[in-house]
């Protein structure tokens, strides 16, 4: 992946890794490698968090080889472990991991590539990266409603297959977005940030949460302590939801059927949320007239069948895929990790 | 008397034609096949209103051929930049176009642009319905946060205070270049420009929503690109006029612009090939109206003005 020609935004530097990538990259003045703390970074990570990592930390970069990760904490003695959700913290791993190890710092807000219960009991301090992805994760919502409405997936492919044919005025015709009634399924701080931007398109919003959200939050939606009750109501459905397995397949046969026809369904939040052969007959059917989705079941080796539909807009898990976001949830992991190693506490541990 | 003839040019959506065939004597186009010339002649041979649509021009010309029975000209759009409205009134035939019905899908098809551009949406698309993902990383097609950007809209009518009010939702900043200030209720914090530079110096992303027509030929051209910010993302769904495509390819290969999407086109449906070859662009079919709800809307504002022309009122909707 060294070199990949991911383009980056503006004033960033370009993606080739600098030298030291896969290496101990240590620094060269002895004295000053006894006052840093060992790191071991496991997953590829963006340049400028890659520079702070190896300014505070005897560093170890395993891009993104998991066993070689692990080889290196007990090589290092580390104390502190850099993952992401492509490293998974299984019960399995958890029981290998050296016990020098004290804390491992997921660059992620989910956290269900963790083992909690095992982690808990081994005693490690596990930590994630809340809030920093909020506006960027909402944004890419947004994104996938308005290209769900207005067939995106579509009207990009007749441009890509050179277009040449105007069409009439009742053809290739969308959903108009604005103005209608948006449910959200978890109200935290994501589906919050989702009906604020919905403000600005006049929608309706709704939601359905299991906790009680403060006043102050709510902005004048509409809450349904029951999901069901609230469906018939949404032109438009976001999840915003955790995984794990009270939510397993919350979206199935019965619950899309409960949707006003016509309805559009976006998912950016967790794949286990839904039912894929029911979204899939709900989108063949014309039930939904459209859906968008970020995350899936079974990622990346995903439900080709999705593939197939010309009314669905797919994107491969790219919510926090902003270059600002990424930096910032990169520092975020890196904070925990200085704090813990530092002998405070972790700002933002799993458990407490 | 029977009923007045209205000669339609290309289908419209099943509520407006249904109407159309209620009040007039109405000459549709079921194969919605195009018409030049010779056929908008012909079938407007005895009409006394013709509603046509923007792929249609209504050039000195044809306007000069039009039968005397023609009093009216209705066309299903905003723009009317395919009619010659100068021969129109010299005819004293009215025009009537559909003003602020399609402000709403027109500015949600911006925000698609901004945010489908800076996201690299399409581009993700085309990773997972090619089934080339192979799963995910921290680095993997990183995009442009949209929230808390600068965003200059070049152009602020109805259209361009819509794009205002929805980017505001998203955190932006909203800057603006029109040919006056507004009044600070229409402006809602917007930040006014009164020359180009400063303005393009503002513009993380540059939003064109001003109309076409010589005025604004070719304004975005290679002088004004290199005044926006190094990497800023370009969106257009006014009109392809415009932008001067061959500065903007480059742009867009050089990374002075980084990424740009597009409703419209220069010489549309024909575009300008180095588009189709840049990854870094999203490219829609200039569906901007596109919508049920938008255009049963514009069918029916369009009637409205064609009613009111042939029963001898002013329409609200006659284009000036």
Same mark, same amino acid.
């Given at each position: 992946m060294r070199?990949?020609?991911?383009?980056?935004?503006?004033?960033?530097?370009?993606?080739?890794m600098?030298?030291?990538y896969?290496?101990?990259?240590?620094?060269?003045h002895?004295g000053?490698?006894?006052?840093?703390p060992q790191?071991?970074?496991?997953?590829l990570i963006?340049?400028?968090v890659?520079e702070?990592?190896?300014a505070?930390f005897?560093t170890?970069f395993?891009?993104?080889?998991v066993?070689?990760?692990l080889t290196?904490v007990?090589?290092?003695q580390?104390?502190?472990?850099f993952?992401?959700s492509?490293?998974?913290l299984?019960a399995?791993?958890?029981?290998?991991?050296?016990?020098?190890?004290?804390?491992?710092?997921?660059c992620?807000?989910?956290?269900d590539h963790?083992d909690?219960?095992?982690?808990?009991?081994r005693?490690l301090?596990?930590t994630?990266?809340?809030e920093v992805l909020?506006?960027?994760?909402?944004?890419l919502?947004f994104?996938?409603?308005?290209n769900?409405?207005?067939r995106a997936?579509?009207?990009?492919?007749?441009m890509r297959s050179?277009?040449?044919?105007?069409?009439?005025?009742?053809e290739?015709?969308?959903t108009r #977005?604005s103005?209608? !009634?948006?449910?959200?399924? %978890? /109200?935290?701080?994501?589906g919050?940030a989702v &009906?604020?931007? @919905?403000r600005?398109?006049g929608m309706?919003?709704l939601y359905?949460?299991?906790?009680?959200?403060p006043?102050e939050?709510?902005?004048g939606?509409?809450?349904?302590t029951?999901?069901?009750?609230?469906?018939?109501?949404c032109q438009?459905?976001?999840?915003?939801?955790?995984?794990?397995?009270?939510?397993d397949?919350?979206?199935?046969a019965?619950?899309?059927?409960l949707?006003?026809?016509?309805?559009i369904?976006v998912?950016a939040?967790?794949?286990?949320?839904?039912?894929?052969d029911a979204l899939i007959?709900?989108?063949t059917s014309?039930?939904?007239a459209?859906a968008?989705?970020?995350?899936?079941?079974?990622?990346p080796?995903f439900d080709l069948r999705l593939?197939d539909?010309?009314?669905?807009f797919l994107?491969?898990?790219?919510?926090? #895929?902003?270059v600002e !976001?990424?930096n910032a949830? %990169? /520092?975020?992991a890196?904070d925990?990790?200085e &704090?813990?190693? @530092?002998g405070?506490?972790?700002?933002d541990?799993l458990w407490? | 008397?029977?009923?007045?003839v209205?000669f339609v040019t290309?289908?419209?959506p099943q509520a407006?034609?249904?109407?159309?065939s209620r009040?007039?004597?109405?000459?549709?186009?079921?194969?919605?096949?195009?018409?030049?010339?010779?056929?908008?002649l012909r079938?407007?041979?005895?009409?006394?209103?013709?509603?046509?649509?923007p792929?249609d021009?209504?050039?000195?010309g044809t306007?000069?051929?039009l039968?005397?029975?023609?009093?009216?000209l209705?066309?299903?759009?905003?723009?009317?930049?395919h009619i010659?409205?100068?021969?129109?009134r010299a005819r004293?035939i009215q025009?009537c176009?559909?003003?602020?019905v399609l402000?709403v899908?027109?500015?949600e098809?911006?925000?698609l642009?901004?945010?489908?551009?800076a996201?690299?949406?399409?581009?993700?698309?085309?990773?997972?319905?090619?089934g080339r993902w192979?799963?995910?990383?921290?680095?993997q097609?990183l995009g442009t946060?949209v929230s808390?950007r600068?965003?200059?809209?070049?152009g602020m009518?109805?259209?361009?205070?819509?794009v205002?009010?929805?980017?505001?939702?998203f955190?932006?900043?909203?800057?603006?270049?029109?040919q006056?200030r507004?009044?600070?209720?229409l402006?809602?914090?917007?930040?006014?420009h009164?020359?180009d530079?400063s303005?393009?110096?503002a513009?993380?992303v540059?939003?064109l929503?001003?109309?076409?027509g010589d005025?604004t030929r070719?304004?975005?051209?290679?002088?004004?690109?290199?005044?926006?910010?190094?990497?800023?993302i370009?969106?257009?769904?006014?009109r392809g006029?415009?932008?001067?495509?061959?500065a903007?390819?480059a742009?867009l290969?050089?990374g002075?612009?980084?990424?740009?999407?597009?409703?419209v086109?220069?010489?549309e449906p024909?575009?300008?090939?180095?588009y189709?070859?840049l990854?870094?662009?999203?490219?829609?079919?200039?569906?901007?109206?596109?919508?049920?709800?938008?255009?049963?809307?514009?069918?029916f504002?369009?009637?409205?003005?064609?009613?009111?022309?042939l029963?001898?009122?002013e329409?609200?909707?006659?284009?000036?």
């Open positions: 070199g990949s020609p991911d383009r980056l935004g503006d004033a960033s530097a370009p993606l080739v600098p030298q030291g896969g290496h101990h990259s240590g620094n060269d002895r000053e490698t006894h006052m840093k790191l071991v970074v496991a997953p963006p340049p400028a890659f702070r990592a190896r505070t005897e170890y395993a891009e993104g080889n066993e070689a990760a290196a007990e090589k290092l580390a104390a502190g472990l993952i992401t492509s490293v998974k299984t399995e791993v958890i029981a290998r991991l050296p016990s020098c190890l004290k804390v491992a710092a997921t992620s807000v989910g956290f963790i909690v219960a095992a982690a808990k009991a005693g301090i596990v994630n990266t809340p909020t506006d960027c994760t909402a944004d919502a994104m996938l409603i308005l769900a409405c207005r997936h579509e009207y990009e492919a007749i050179g277009w040449r044919k105007s069409f009439g005025m009742g290739m015709l969308g #977005a103005g209608k !009634t948006l449910g959200i399924v %978890g /109200f935290g701080r994501i919050r &009906a604020q931007r @919905a600005g398109f309706r919003v359905h949460d299991t906790k009680r959200i006043d939050l709510v902005h939606a509409e809450h349904f029951d999901l069901r009750a609230m469906l018939p109501h438009i459905l976001s999840l915003h939801a955790p995984g794990g397995p009270a939510n397949r919350m979206m199935n019965e619950t899309f059927s949707l006003p026809s016509g309805a369904f998912n939040a967790r794949g286990a949320l839904v039912d894929e007959a709900a989108l014309g039930h939904l459209g968008g989705l970020d995350v899936y079941r079974s990622e080796a593939a539909l010309p009314n669905i994107v491969p898990h790219m919510g926090s #895929a902003t !976001t990424r949830m %990169g /520092f975020r890196l925990n990790l &704090a813990v190693c @530092a405070r506490p972790a700002i541990p407490s | 008397m029977g009923k007045p209205l290309r289908r419209l407006v034609e249904a109407r159309a009040d007039y004597e109405a000459r549709l186009n079921a194969e919605d096949a195009p018409r030049s010339k010779e056929d908008i079938l407007s041979s005895g009409a006394h209103a013709v509603l046509c649509c792929a021009r209504l050039d000195a306007i000069a051929e039968p005397e029975t023609v009093k009216v209705g066309t299903f759009s905003v723009g009317f930049d010659d409205v100068a021969a129109a004293g025009v176009n559909t003003p602020d402000s899908a027109t500015a098809i911006t925000m642009l901004i945010v489908a551009s996201r690299r949406g399409p581009e993700g698309e085309r990773l997972v319905r090619a192979t799963g995910w990383t921290p680095t097609l946060q808390g600068r965003l200059g809209i070049f009518g109805r259209i361009g205070r819509e205002a009010r929805m980017a505001g939702a955190g932006m900043q909203v800057h603006y270049r029109n006056r507004l009044a600070p209720e402006e809602m914090g917007a930040i006014y009164a020359e530079e303005f393009l110096a513009s993380q540059l939003s929503n001003a109309p076409g005025g070719k304004w975005l051209n290679a002088a004004r690109i290199a005044r926006l910010p190094k990497g800023a370009v969106v257009n769904a006014s006029t415009l932008i001067d495509d061959p903007l390819i742009a290969h050089s002075q612009v980084g990424c740009a999407g597009f409703d086109y220069d010489g024909h575009v300008n090939p180095g189709l070859a990854e870094n662009v999203v490219l829609l079919p200039h569906l901007g109206s596109a919508t049920a709800e938008t255009r049963d809307a514009m069918g504002l369009a009637l409205d003005g064609i009613d009111a022309v029963a001898g009122r329409p609200a909707n006659l284009v000036t």
